[in-house]
């Protein structure tokens, strides 16, 4: 090697090895651990229930304190601080997000399992300086019961509607709401959230979205979580823990900010997507016999109607007036396991099905040019009565190409499904005849 050579390497690690093992001073704040499940959704963010923890650090993952640069005691640049959880042999990896609003967070998280419900220890390094803390104990904490029962209402402005819910426990510690764009994901396919409400701890069950936050003609997911908060306790970091957070439940309902009947509670469903892609909308409500209650899935040219285990019969519909306002309604042979057509019916009038009701039903016909979303629980907003008093679990699945159109029903199963091809031509065929 040259002399040269030999001193260009020389003074580059002189230059570099400073600022690798030169640290500035971990500091750390709001320490959390929590259990969280969310339900089904399609906003991007998985069907789970995880035990999550993290805190905020500075210098963070990028050498920062929430977007300021930080400095070693030798006006060096810190390095990115890296950290580990452990507990009971197991170690996690602590994540940076990075996120706008919390800057400094790392976090980590394990699928629930009670053997880790203890205090996990973190482990931050910063060059040669290190800290170590423990987070809170999450304990043998239960899930709250998720909302049911959840309506949207639009009074006026169709960007402001009104939330409500039931609060299946009598009294979560609080429920908060949080909207998603489903027209705007990020780079990881997560829709992308655009509204939060504040926490609701005294029992409420409506909220109001407030005007500016949303887009007319627009499809959204919000989040309703239930929340159990701890009494008491102070952190590793010295933080009150009383108020922050212990467990979490999430439910997800989609709705667009379309033209919908005005001071009418249309039923939201969760929307649960098949292997195929095909999204079915799932309710979760009470009902009162011959009460009509309207529910609002997406369309693309008919549904599969069904109740749910041990509901009462369907006993009437009402269809919305879209296009030509005529429908093709099919009703189930147990013959031959498939719909056979019934006849065509009209928007906007009562439709009585025959003394005890049925199970399952199907309307076709929903005009393919009228561009229905299958992910807008708003664009058919169907009204519904049963024969009884009782509860709505069933389900609405759209129809479309890539399911077939005989589909063999478990008992009790609701499916809502709209098929187009052959049905629709031979619709419009009977009748031209």
Excluded: H
């Excluded at 949207?152 to 939330?163: E, F, Q, S, W, Y």
């Excluded at 949303?214 to 908060?229: M, Q, S, V």
């Excluded at 708003?378 to 589909?407: C, Q």
């Amino acid at each position: 090697m040259s002399t040269l050579s030999k001193f260009l390497l020389t003074t580059v690690c002189v230059i570099q090895f400073p600022a690798f093992v030169q640290a500035a001073t971990i500091t750390a704040s709001d320490i959390y651990a929590f259990r969280v499940a969310s339900g089904p959704n399609t906003a991007g963010f998985g069907e789970n229930d995880v035990l999550t923890f993290g805190v905020n650090v500075a210098p963070n993952g990028f050498g920062e304190d929430a977007g300021v640069p930080v400095f070693d005691t030798s006006g060096n640049p810190a390095p990115p601080t890296t950290g580990t959880a452990t507990q009971n042999g197991v170690t996690r990896s602590l994540s940076f997000e990075g996120d706008p609003v919390n800057q400094n967070l790392y976090s980590g998280g394990i699928r629930y399992d009670a053997n880790f419900t203890g205090a996990w220890t973190l482990n931050l390094q910063n060059g040669p300086d290190s800290l170590a803390l423990e987070t809170p104990e999450v304990g043998d904490v239960r899930l709250p019961a998720r909302v049911d029962n959840v309506g949207l209402t639009v009074d006026g402005d169709k960007t402001t509607p009104t939330i409500s819910w039931n609060n299946v426990d009598i009294d979560p510690d609080a429920v908060r709401l949080t909207v998603f764009d489903l027209e705007q994901r990020d780079l990881s396919g997560q829709a992308v959230e655009v509204f939060g409400s504040p926490r609701f701890r005294n029992g409420e069950t409506s909220y109001t979205i407030p005007g500016g936050v949303l887009e007319e003609d627009r499809l959204y997911a919000i989040r309703i979580e239930t929340r159990i908060e701890r009494q008491s306790g102070n952190s590793s970091t010295g933080q009150d823990l009383t108020g922050s957070t212990l467990s979490v439940n999430r439910t997800w309902f989609n709705f667009a900010t379309s033209d919908l009947p005005e001071g009418v509670v249309i039923q939201l469903p969760e929307v649960i997507t098949t292997d195929r892609g095909t999204p079915v909308f799932v309710f979760d409500n009470e009902v009162s016999a011959g009460e009509v209650q309207f529910y609002d899935p997406i369309v693309t040219e008919g549904f599969d109607y069904a109740i749910g285990e041990s509901n009462p019969n369907f006993a009437s519909f009402i269809l919305p007036n879209l296009g030509d306002d005529l429908y093709d309604l099919y009703l189930f042979d147990d013959s031959i396991n498939d719909f056979t057509f019934a006849e065509v019916v009209g928007a906007g009038n009562e439709y009585f099905f025959d003394t005890g009701g049925v199970d399952q039903f199907r309307i076709l016909g929903i005009e393919t040019a009228l561009g229905l979303d299958p992910e807008d629980p708003t664009a058919f907003v169907t009204g519904l009565s049963f024969i009884s008093d009782g509860r709505f679990t069933g389900t609405m699945t759209p129809i479309t190409l890539e399911i077939p159109t005989v589909i063999p029903l478990p008992a009790g199963f609701v499916l809502l499904i709209s098929a187009f091809g052959g049905l629709g031509l031979t619709r419009l065929a009977r009748r031209g005849s």
